[in-house]
């Protein structure tokens, strides 16, 4: 009986060191520990992907040989001329755009034919030039401050999470919104929020006014400033006034500083919509642009002819 019994008592013991060592064995390699599990949770989706499995947003049928509308906006204030936009009317062309069937789409997805669209859905560009303080200012408490182009999106964004601030900032670099130099807040912000910056020049001249030097230098050093913000190049460039150099051959590449500077795409200043880069005829350096004015040509009247039917937009099939 106690040879017995000191068996039953081995046994027991050799049961729990094989179960204390199984617990202590490290995972294999096709079982990922708690870290690699939420590191895989984290990555994120394909926008493209993602795009496509979301609920039809028009019953246009697909046409992705029509045209697209890149939307042209400056100051976002009340004043004279085509260059403002005052907060109720940008209210309502986002109200408009979302009802029409657009949904934001950045000026770099448009060239490189990758624009994350659910189906049924038409590409808006919209595009903010001249780095003007009204497009993005901060509250004291370092809130957006809800006058501003950013905060007016925003706060749209809330009730339409299929339109976000998604959008690009032709900027020009030392006078980012009024920004202080040392004071990184907006830009991360504009990051953040899925938008891009892109090059309008350092100081805005009319280039078919400057030295090709000049103007390699207009365009260059914007370049340095933003890759030094964090902006990823090549990237889009907007021309001041819509007006090219004296030799255009320069915004398809150029030798500058030690460097080779080239650009995606190049956009105009006004006064229709864009053609789609599957069309043969796309120009990525000559794309124009819709001012958001309410005269002739301007926003107002090419969303009154697309309610008409007298435009053919982009649609996502």
Same mark, same amino acid.
């Given at each position: 009986m106690k040879r017995n019994s000191l068996y039953s008592r081995l046994s027991i013991v050799l049961a729990l060191a094989i179960a204390l060592a199984g617990c202590s064995k490290a995972p294999s390699a096709d079982t990922p520990s708690p870290d690699t599990k939420a590191e895989t949770k984290s990555v994120p989706k394909d926008p493209v992907a993602s795009a496509a499995s979301q609920k039809r947003v028009s019953s246009r049928p697909g046409n992705l040989g029509g045209t697209v509308f890149v939307a042209e906006y400056h100051n976002f204030k009340v004043g004279k001329g085509d260059f403002f936009r005052t907060k109720e009317q940008f209210q309502? *062309?986002?109200?408009?755009?979302?009802?029409?069937?657009?949904?934001?789409?950045?000026?770099?997805?448009?060239?490189?034919?990758?624009?994350?669209?659910?189906?049924?859905?038409? &590409?808006?560009?919209?595009?903010? *030039? *001249? $780095? $003007?303080?009204?497009?993005?200012?901060? +509250? &004291?408490?370092?809130?957006? *401050?809800?006058?501003?182009?950013? %905060?007016?999106w925003q706060e749209f964004a809330k009730t339409h999470l299929d339109f976000p601030v998604h959008g690009t900032f032709f900027v020009l670099p030392d006078t980012l919104w009024a920004r202080k130099s040392n004071d990184d807040r907006k830009v991360k912000l504009i990051y953040s929020l899925g938008s891009e910056l892109a090059n309008h020049t350092m100081t805005h001249p009319i280039l078919s006014h400057l030295t090709d030097d000049k103007v390699k230098w207009e365009l260059g050093t914007a370049n340095e400033k933003l890759e030094?913000? %964090?902006?990823? /190049?090549? #990237? &889009? +460039?907007?021309?001041?006034? #819509?007006? $090219?150099?004296?030799?255009?051959?320069? /915004?398809?590449?150029?030798?500058?500083?030690?460097?080779?500077?080239?650009?995606? %795409?190049?956009?105009?200043? %006004?006064a229709e919509p864009a053609k789609s880069p599957n069309n043969p005829k796309f120009n990525r350096f000559r794309v124009p642009r819709i001012i958001a004015t309410t005269v002739p040509y301007g926003l107002d009247f090419w969303l009154d002819k697309l309610k008409a039917g007298k435009v053919k937009p982009y649609v996502q099939p």
């Open positions: 309502s *062309d986002l109200e408009r755009f979302y009802s029409m069937g657009f949904r934001p789409v950045l000026a770099s997805e448009y060239l490189a034919n990758k624009m994350p669209l659910p189906p049924g859905a038409s &590409p808006v560009v919209i595009t903010l *030039d *001249d $780095s $003007s303080p009204t497009q993005l200012q901060l +509250m &004291p408490d370092g809130s957006v *401050d809800p006058n501003c182009a950013v %905060g007016i030094a913000l %964090g902006q990823p /190049l090549p #990237g &889009p +460039m907007a021309l001041p006034f #819509g007006v $090219s150099p004296k030799h255009v051959s320069i /915004l398809h590449g150029f030798d500058w500083n030690g460097k080779h500077v080239v650009f995606t %795409g190049v956009f105009l200043n %006004g």
